[in-house]
């Protein structure tokens, strides 16, 4: 037969449904006769088909299945045979129903069910009808979009049968074929699609094979996100049997820790014998700051698991940090002078200071403290005492006034972050000290410079246990929040049965307690930890009336939400309890629980929920908007699009929210952009920070560097040099400038906060948990940060991470491979093999990366262990290289 | 006998026996041989607690092999000093004020901008102070009338405050006070206080001042604002006519910039108001005649006030307009081709001598041809005096109580101190700001009760053509030199 869409001319093919029988008398006249000899010839067998005699109804149906078979390869415009068996779709199902059972009827079925793919009423789902009456022939046969139809009819089909519990065991083979199909097509997005409405993933395990599962996961990943819970976990849990399945356990713990499931974490140690990958598999969990232990069975030898169990302690993770640094060549120490400029403001600057102001020493300290953290040298804190005759390192924590001395003393353990041995041996002096301030301090160090870096001999315990229960309410908390950042996320029981009856001892004084509760919600974060749970309520419960009003109090229910950081319904029976709360906290506690809860999951109805709390205009005083709003970004920074809508509706709240709201948004929007410096927030935090209301410029000066922070971002950078002549005669005010502009040079541009990485799509609870604790405490600005707690400042190191893909070899020594950095590019779902990365250019390793930055190897020589370059990653030398000369 | 691994800072020491009979003390004994840090400043983790002094091994748990920790340091225990920092907090507010750098600003009682910038810029001469502190009740004279001894009072108490204060001050007494004296600053337009022209209110004030400030008990009657403020001025009155001439000399408070189309310069402007044409009945011929007045200056003051004469009255709109012509003036002015020739004759050895010292200062010699060019010298001044101008201004020391010092010698070389624009389109609207140098050299805007910290850079700005500030009142000190 001859084809019949050649010479066939277009003008006529897409004639509408509605009164064709007009159109048809025209087009006849119009046709080509090409195209009329078709329509006779399917016009004619149509009516062979009517025959009664079987043969010729036979060869009238393989002649009409020839002719659609032929043309249905493409799908842009009706193929023609369709067209022209339109009119005869009434009569030859009218016919079907009339004959007898056969294998001619089944024919027919076939015949019609194609055609129903353009004839069918909408719902009829009648290709679906005649399909499963039909031969069940190879289902590609009938092209392609025959069978992505059948599967949006599956997919209804199956809804109702769902809700009218009829059996579905046909639907499910044919679901099957479909699935098969696609797979085969490199159309993995549809079987994905078909299975999850079909609510039948467990079989795509069966169709992926090495040429895409790749893509399938990548796909089931990136759905996850849009998912209501718990199919979300289902799609995960598939994808992760599937890289099992392919031996990409890389990618099998990245999901396994998303998660947060620890079982999987060890399938994938005990499923891999290749003691490589495992040190892989170990820098990975140790970016994610997890506490893991690896026991006999995930790591046969001794030694081995020694040395993987280092990896995953951070042990090696300040070695790996200076040698960036040397890489970069940052190591020389920079003085809060460096950082401030204030030669570039000449004039406006104030009068040369011949007296200290403590608020700008302890302004200087924050400062040195975050640009040289981790580097283990500093021009204020670690001079040696005999360089200079006044022996300065004694004299600058005695510039700092009174509890200004604790936060002095404790930026040592920042200046000397992860590095444990020598940390500790210079923190060592202050606690022979006989200023209460200054011990506190000490205490807190220790904790700082243990923070995310385990050690078998637990010198944080060791020290800080036995301050806990000291007279000093200062040293009190020194050694409980010391403790709470040295272990958090560790879910330590020794320390949890020394802190927890501080939280219900009713002669210990309210900052204690909000310190113990903050510090057992971090050691034990998104545990859903029963007992700590309990302990924190009943705190809160034996709180007096006046206590209430506390700024500090604020941090009670915070300790309690961080329990269930991510872990959504989880927190339901507690939220529950927390309505029978007095109700100046209640509903303080009710947002705090929510927006924890439900933190990074991009959970619609949630921002939604909040953003109804916010729309209130409320006049009683009631403080519970702040934290709503601050929930709004922590469930919204899950996912990319739901935060671009957010930032959006804080600004609608930033014009009609009320004061209260005012001052949180621009924490919001720092906790959303944190680390990543976009330049719509930048000029609304810029312009917040000239705002009328004192709280709300302070908010976004400290936004500024939030969104700033690590990233040595020059516009920003002269923006606070701008605010800091501009506020300079506000002490406050400054105040705030300096610590953002600390924030902004965080490691001297090397650090950053974003609790975000493998490519966002871990989020580490730790780091989280650290920034939410730090703006919880920047909603009441005046009375935390500015009055005596403002070490609360010490938790961002929480999420303090180094920003740098560094490479090394099979003994982990660095090795300098290029790399190529650029914009990283959505592939989910695209054709082929797409570029990853835009706007690239190529560097050798180790190189810091942006946010939003994406690295891949720019030479064959190697294989990475690791799927997403970041961090530390290994190499191994790719066998099949060939040097090209 | 155990043997342990102990790790101290970077160190490892492999192999450390413990005897366990003996208490731990010992093996804290053992390790001070090893380590140099003495026992009780030992810490020692084991398993995630301290090792105690008098614990007993056996229930501490101590394994063949273990590793232990070690903490502790032989440095020096952190002291405090004895002496703590003093800080900017604590201290009362007097002394914050030194620390600020600058003084306190004045609030704005009502379209008081006016005196505001006028009392700040006079706030700035620290010889008016003392003369202000050292007037007193007692001290009144006789001639002196009621409210301008009340006013002179009030400014004392008002400077005194700006001294002291950290925190804006509200000048309500020394407002009361001057619209006392001078009913004209009370005038009211539509219920409120009218805005005023700065340089009466300038005016007005030093001549009060100069009133009650003469000390009546010396003999030649000290007039101290005379002899800060006051330029001694002569003239030559020729009629060209008829040939007359006549001298006359007067003494006047400051020096007026006409600002006219060739003016484009302070010192254009100062030498266009020193010659004035004047009307009056000839005698020779027996009918008015027009009079040329040529005046030069005869006696310099400290401190040298100079009027940009921006406002004039329009007949046709019946206001004062402003003219808003640029006009540049420098921070260093010379006048010295302004002066009579007496004059110039005094000035030529301290400005040789000031010459000198600047020469010495850049690293050259110290010219030995000055005696025999002299005269080429002295025309040169302008020039180089320009070209040394930078940071020299605030190298001379503020000198208070100097006044009887004929030590030194006025060098006809000024330096700006002050400067009190307007912004606006006629004198009795708009808003007036002083911009006053601190003694650390530093510039201040003082607007109303707002100081703000300005670049020297920034003053020689305001000198008009816009709509922005511009200078209407200037104060340049004398830059003198001891003889």
């Not at chain 1, 042990?315 to 950082?339: F, N």
């Not at chain 2, 006051?230 to 006047?252: D, F, K, N, P, Y």
């Not at chain 2, 707002?450 to 830059?479: F, T």
């Amino acid at each position: 037969m001859s084809d019949p869409k050649s010479g066939a001319g277009t003008s006529q093919t897409k004639a509408p449904p509605k009164d064709h029988k007009k159109k048809d008398e025209k087009k006849d006249e119009d046709l080509s006769e090409e195209d009329l000899a078709l329509k006779q010839q399917l016009e004619l067998y149509v009516e062979r088909v009517q025959d009664p005699d079987p043969g010729l109804q036979k060869v009238a149906l393989e002649s009409m299945r020839q002719e659609i078979r032929t043309s249905t390869s493409s799908m842009t415009s009706v193929p023609k045979p369709l067209k022209f068996l339109r009119p005869h779709y009434g009569t030859l199902k009218a016919f079907y129903e009339t004959m007898p059972e056969s294998d001619l009827k089944k024919y027919l079925a076939d015949i019609l069910s194609v055609l129903a793919l353009t004839m069918s009423a909408e719902g009829e789902r009648e290709s679906l009808k005649y399909r499963l009456l039909g031969s069940e022939g190879d289902i590609g046969l009938w092209g392609h979009e025959y069978v992505r139809n059948l599967a949006g009819e599956i997919a209804q089909e199956y809804m109702k049968r769902q809700s009218e519990e009829a059996p579905i065991e046909d639907l499910m083979e044919l679901v099957q074929q479909i699935v098969a199909f696609h797979m085969k097509h490199n159309a993995e997005p549809e079987a994905v699609d078909l299975l999850m409405e079909v609510e039948d993933l467990d079989l795509l395990v069966e169709h992926v094979d090495s040429t895409n599962f790749r893509r399938t996961c990548l796909y089931l990943t990136s759905a996850a996100r849009y998912l209501p819970g718990p199919d979300d976990m289902l799609v995960l849990d598939i994808a992760y049997t599937i890289y099992l399945k392919f031996e990409e356990y890389a990618n099998a713990l990245q999901i396994a820790l998303f998660l947060d499931n620890l079982q999987h974490v060890r399938q994938v140690f005990e499923s891999c014998d290749d003691l490589l990958r495992k040190k892989q598999f170990c820098y990975i969990l140790a970016r994610h700051g997890i506490a893991f232990e690896l026991d006999d069975e995930m790591c046969a030898e001794d030694s081995d698991r020694e040395f993987l169990q280092d990896i995953i302690n951070n042990a090696k993770l300040s070695e790996g940090y200076l040698t960036l640094a040397r890489d970069i060549e940052v190591m020389e120490p920079k003085s809060p002078e460096d950082i401030y400029k204030a030669h570039l403001l000449d004039g406006r600057a104030s009068a040369g200071a011949s007296v200290d102001s403590a608020r700008q020493n302890l302004a200087a300290t924050f400062v040195n403290a975050f640009v040289n953290a981790g580097f283990g040298q500093d021009k204020l804190m670690t001079v040696p005492p005999d360089s200079s005759s006044g022996g300065s390192s004694g004299n600058w924590l005695f510039k700092n006034k009174e509890h200004g001395k604790t936060s002095a003393a404790a930026s040592l353990g920042m200046i000397l972050l992860w590095d444990v041995d020598s940390g500790l041996a210079q923190i060592d002096k202050y606690f022979h000290s006989n200023d209460n301030h200054v011990i506190a301090g000490a205490l807190l160090g220790v904790g700082i410079v243990n923070c995310g870096v385990n050690n078998d001999c637990d010198p944080a315990l060791a020290l800080l246990s036995e301050y806990i229960g000291k007279e000093d309410s200062s040293i009190r908390i020194g050694a409980i929040m010391g403790l709470g950042i040295a272990y958090a996320g560790a879910q330590n029981e020794q320390i949890r049965s020394s802190l927890t009856p501080i939280l219900n001892d009713a002669k210990a004084p309210l900052d204690v307690i909000a310190f113990t509760a903050i510090s057992l919600g971090l050691i034990y974060v998104g545990s859903c930890n029963e007992e700590v749970a309990q302990a924190i309520i009943i705190a809160l419960m034996d709180r007096s009336d006046s206590e209430f009003g506390e700024p500090l109090t604020r941090l009670l229910p915070l300790g309690l939400g961080l329990l269930y950081l991510g872990k959504q319904e989880s927190v339901e029976a507690t939220a529950e309890v927390s309505k029978t709360f007095n109700e100046k906290i209640r509903k303080y506690c009710d947002m705090t629980l929510l927006s924890c809860a439900y933190a990074g999951t991009g959970n619609v109805l949630k921002v939604q929920n909040l953003l109804g709390h916010c729309a209130q205009h409320l006049e009683k005083g009631e403080t519970h908007q702040g934290p709503a709003v601050l929930g709004i970004a922590m469930v919204a920074m899950g996912e990319e699009l739901g935060l671009e809508m957010s930032i959006r509706s804080l600004e609608h709240l930033l014009q009609y929210g009320e004061q209260n709201i005012r001052r949180a948004v621009p924490l919001a929007l720092g906790l959303l952009c944190i680390s990543n410096p976009k330049v719509n927030v930048m000029d609304t935090l810029s312009r917040l920070s000239h705002d009328t209301d004192s709280e709300v410029a302070m908010a976004a000066v400290i936004s500024l560097g939030l969104i700033g922070s690590g990233t040595n971002n020059a516009r920003i950078a002269g923006m606070l040099r701008n605010l800091s002549s501009y506020y300079y005669k506000d002490a406050s005010l400054l105040f705030c400038v300096r610590i953002a502009q600390g924030l902004v040079h965080l490691g001297k541009g090397l650090l950053t906060l974003n609790p975000y990485h493998s490519d966002r799509f871990l989020l580490s609870p730790i780091a989280l948990a650290g920034l939410v604790i730090m703006l919880h405490a920047c909603l009441d600005m005046k009375a935390i940060i500015l009055g005596k707690y403002h070490y609360v400042l010490y938790f961002l190191v929480l999420a303090m991470q180094p920003r740098m893909l560094m490479t090394v070899d099979e003994n982990l020594k660095p090795l300098s491979v290029p790399v190529r950095v650029g914009q990283a590019v959505d592939v989910v779902g695209q054709a082929g093999r797409p570029k990853t990365i835009t706007g690239f250019q190529t560097h050798s390793t180790p190189v810091l990366l942006a946010a939003g930055d994406r690295a891949e190897l720019a030479t064959e020589k190697y294989i990475p262990l690791s799927p997403i370059l970041e961090g530390h990653v290994i190499l191994k030398e790719n066998p099949d290289y060939r040097e090209d000369s | 006998m155990l043997t342990v691994s102990v790790k101290w800072q970077k160190e490892v020491f492999k192999a450390v026996e413990i005897d366990t009979s003996q208490p731990p003390y010992v093996f804290k004994c053992q390790l001070f041989d090893l380590t140099g840090v003495p026992p009780e400043r030992q810490k020692i983790m084991v398993k995630g607690g301290l090792l105690k002094d008098d614990a007993d091994w056996s229930t501490v748990g101590v394994k063949q092999g273990q590793k232990l920790m070690m903490v502790g340091t032989a440095d020096e225990i952190v002291k405090a000093p004895e002496k703590g920092p003093v800080f900017m907090e604590d201290l009362p507010e007097e002394e914050q004020v030194v620390s600020l750098g600058h003084s306190a600003g004045l609030f704005n009682l009502g379209n008081t901008c006016y005196m505001n910038s006028t009392v700040q810029c006079l706030h700035s001469v620290p010889e008016l102070k003392s003369a202000l502190v050292k007037y007193s009740h007692s001290g009144r004279s006789n001639d002196l009338d009621q409210t301008s001894h009340m006013l002179t009072v009030a400014t004392r108490d008002l400077f005194s405050e700006l001294d002291k204060s950290v925190k804006p001050v509200a000048p309500m007494q020394f407002w009361m006070v001057l619209r006392k004296k001078y009913p004209q600053f009370g005038q009211l337009h539509n219920g409120v206080f009218m805005q005023q022209d700065a340089e009466e209110c300038w005016t007005q004030l030093l001549y009060t001042l100069s009133q009650s400030l003469r000390s009546p008990g010396s003999s030649e009657n000290l007039d101290t604002v005379k002899d800060l403020f006051g330029i001694e001025l002569a003239s030559r009155i020729h009629c060209q006519e008829s040939g007359e001439e006549s001298s006359e000399t007067e003494s006047v408070y400051s020096l007026k910039c006409h600002i006219s189309q060739e003016v484009n310069h302070l010192h254009e402007g100062l030498k266009h108001g020193l010659k004035s044409e004047l009307e009056k009945a000839s005698p020779a011929l027996g009918r008015s005649a027009i009079y040329l007045k040529e005046s030069r200056i005869n006696g310099l003051p400290r401190y040298l006030t100079i009027q940009f004469v921006r406002f004039f009255w329009k007949r046709e709109s019946n206001q004062k307009a402003k003219i808003l012509r640029k006009v540049d003036y420098p921070l260093e002015l010379d006048v010295y081709d302004l002066c009579s020739d007496e004059l110039r004759k005094q000035l030529e050895g301290p400005r040789q001598i000031l010459r000198d010292e600047e020469g010495k200062k850049l690293g050259l010699k110290a010219n030995e041809k000055s005696s025999g060019t002299k005269d080429d010298d002295v025309k040169m001044t302008d020039a180089e005096g320009s070209s040394n101008a930078s940071g020299e201004s605030s190298a001379t020391t503020p000198q208070e109580g100097v006044l009887s010092d004929k030590e030194s010698c006025l060098t006809g070389i000024y330096d700006l101190v002050a400067v009190l624009t307007h912004k606006g389109r006629s004198a009795d609207s708009g808003h007036y700001v002083a911009w006053v140098k601190q003694e650390s050299g530093k510039w201040i805007e003082f607007d109303d009760d707002n100081p703000i910290p300005q670049r020297e850079e920034d003053i020689v700005k305001l000198s008009g053509g816009g709509d922005w500030h511009m200078a209407y009142i200037c104060m340049y000190k004398a830059r003198s030199i001891a003889m």
